[in-house]
């Protein structure tokens, strides 16, 4: 396992965030729930079962996780911008991106904005999530 940190700025704010990576083989995306006790930790059970046969890698949200947390109005469009910085970054094309409790609205929307390493990536929720269409 490798835990890391990555910067991000966003409305003249820096945010540090931790990531952890695990594994070989394909990459997969975990996205931990967007919940105010929410971190990239809860991933980790997931991440080991998967670590033997894929590359993985759990990110904390800005304005969540371990780190401080600047006062900033969070939208969807700086999550869209954040996703795109820490697929660009970290140079990741994922097979997949397992996103734990990922509201329809929000989950919907990353779709059609996706960066392009995400066109072919498959994209999973896990239980206690709406549906959303393709």
Not at 13 to 19: E, K, V
Not at 51 to 57: E, G, L, P, R, V
């Amino acid at each position: 396992m490798w835990t890391d940190y990555l910067a991000w700025h966003w409305k003249g704010d820096a945010i540090r965030l931790g990531y952890v990576l695990l594994g070989k083989g394909p990459t997969l995306l975990l996205l931990p729930a967007l919940s105010s006790i929410s971190t990239r930790h809860e991933m980790h059970p997931l991440q080991e079962r998967l670590a033997s046969a894929f590359s993985t890698i759990t990110i904390d949200w800005p304005g969540f996780g371990d780190q401080p947390r600047p006062a900033l109005a969070w939208e969807p469009a700086a999550y869209v911008a954040f996703l795109r910085h820490v697929i660009t970054q970290l140079h990741l094309r994922p097979f997949a991106t397992i996103a734990a409790g990922m509201p329809q609205p929000t989950h919907c929307r990353l779709r059609p904005t996706r960066p392009a390493p995400l066109e072919d990536s498959a994209l999973l929720r896990l239980r206690g999530a709406g549906r959303c269409r393709p």
